[in-house]
């Protein structure tokens, strides 16, 4: 009798505070959604991707990133590549043309500019390897450029400059105020 007794105490007492839970909660989602700043969060994110541009069937560029946010709803839409990105370009798949790697990457959609920032290493198909903190690549002019130290190694010459610009590919690279060691032909 008292264990019976008990169970329906603790039933009654699990009701009650259920109950209590249940009304205390509010049913008004328009207020819980008003405290969220929506601009500030990805509309899409993805994880470990890779990305494939091809041009008449054949692959140009192939981008890979741990992390890819994208902001959609902004008047300027834009990914962001939070944790870095590696793109490796081709003219003749898979005989890669050129490579980029960096730590953080943000690409607008709208100008068709991309920025590569933090440890970015670009090395063209001559082995020619360019260091610098930022770096643009503007996919309408097919050109990059930087206007911060730059860290140029080609073949056994180390050039530094204040800034760069190149074709895409990374070749026809040239340096502003250069300063380095350069070896000619005589």
């Not at 990305?51 to 981008?63: E, L, M, N, P």
């Not at 760069?164 to 060691?181: E, H, L, P, V």
Request: hydrophobic letters at 35%; proline letters at 2%.
């Amino acid at each position: 009798m008292i264990i019976k007794e008990c169970k329906i105490l603790f039933l009654s007492i699990g009701l009650v505070i259920s109950s209590m839970l249940f009304y205390s909660c509010t049913n008004n989602y328009e207020e819980i959604l008003e405290g969220i700043d929506y601009e500030n969060y990805p509309e899409q994110s993805a994880e470990n991707i890779e990305i494939i541009r091809t041009d008449s069937g054949k692959i140009r560029v192939k981008i890979f990133a741990p992390v890819l946010e994208r902001y959609s709803n902004d008047e300027n839409p834009y990914n962001e590549f939070v944790k870095g990105i590696k793109v490796v370009t081709y003219t003749n798949y898979p005989i890669s043309s050129s490579s980029l790697t960096c730590e953080y990457a943000r690409q607008d959609v709208a100008k068709e500019l991309w920025e590569a920032r933090d440890n970015v290493v670009a090395v063209n198909a001559d082995g020619d390897t360019i260091k610098t903190e930022q770096m643009f690549w503007d996919l309408k002019t097919k050109m990059i450029y930087s206007d911060k130290y730059v860290n140029i190694r080609s073949g056994n010459e180390i050039i530094h400059g204040s800034g760069f610009t190149a074709q895409q590919d990374f070749s026809n690279w040239k340096i502003t105020n250069g300063k380095g060691i350069i070896y000619l032909d005589e």
